[in-house]
């Protein structure tokens, strides 16, 4: 019976791409088996210390790039959940996602939002909110989403909306807002000082499905000429 160091398989595993190159030309050559070839091949690279002690030197030097291909792949994955997870935040008891848009920009508006807690509370939140531009209707949606929260005593809240504008507007110094936007951002504002431990943050768009979705259900409810 043959040995299983002596099989094909675990020849063709030890050896080297030019040792397996020069295996098969040895067997044309020669008429001889491929694994006959490649044994001969690999006999000739091991010289006086033997095929055994060879193959224990692949087989480590296979171990090695196995595990550290693993680390690698490990890495990667760690790299890759951190990025997806960078603008979450930390772990809060309350999290709310807001979205607003305007078809066209300015036009008809709808707000979406959703407000999650700790006890398993869900509110959805999608409507009409008249005629404006994006930032007007992200603002709109902001305010609704913290009148909810503050209706239910959330503390510890999160909020995460994609909209730069607005998120940078809210929490920027007041000099630095935006004048057409003064009304929405001391609403915003003062919803938010009755929150315990409330902050707005951004995350990318592609991580706000939900809200945008409601959003644009909202939208959608316009009849042709405009109205709700």
Request: with cysteine; hydrophobic share 45%.
């Amino acid at each position: 019976m043959t040995e299983p160091i002596h099989e094909l398989a675990h020849l063709a595993a030890a050896a080297f791409k030019s040792e397996r190159n020069a295996s098969r030309k040895l067997s044309a050559r020669a008429n001889i088996s491929e694994e006959q070839a490649l044994r001969a091949t690999l006999e000739q690279r091991a010289g006086a210390r033997g095929l055994a002690a060879l193959l224990d030197e692949r087989a480590a030097l296979l171990a090695a790039d196995a595990a550290r291909l693993a680390e690698r792949d490990t890495r990667r994955a760690l790299a890759r959940s951190a990025r997806l997870n960078k603008h979450d935040g930390p772990p809060a008891p309350w999290r709310a996602w807001f979205d607003g848009s305007a078809h066209p920009n300015p036009g008809r508006c709808g707000i979406g939002a959703l407000l999650t807690g700790p006890d398993g509370e869900r509110v959805e939140i999608s409507r009409p909110a008249g005629y404006g531009n994006s930032s007007e209707a992200e603002y709109q949606a902001l305010i609704a989403v913290l009148e909810a929260a503050v209706a239910r005593g959330a503390h510890g809240l999160t909020v995460h909306g994609d909209s730069r504008v607005v998120i940078d507007d809210v929490n920027g110094p007041e000099l630095a807002g935006a004048p057409s936007l003064q009304a929405y951002r001391a609403q915003a504002r003062a919803l938010l000082g009755r929150i315990d431990s409330a902050c707005v943050r951004w995350l990318p768009r592609h991580k706000n499905q939900d809200a945008d979705a409601l959003s644009q259900r909202a939208a959608a409810a316009f009849g042709p000429a405009g109205m709700a």
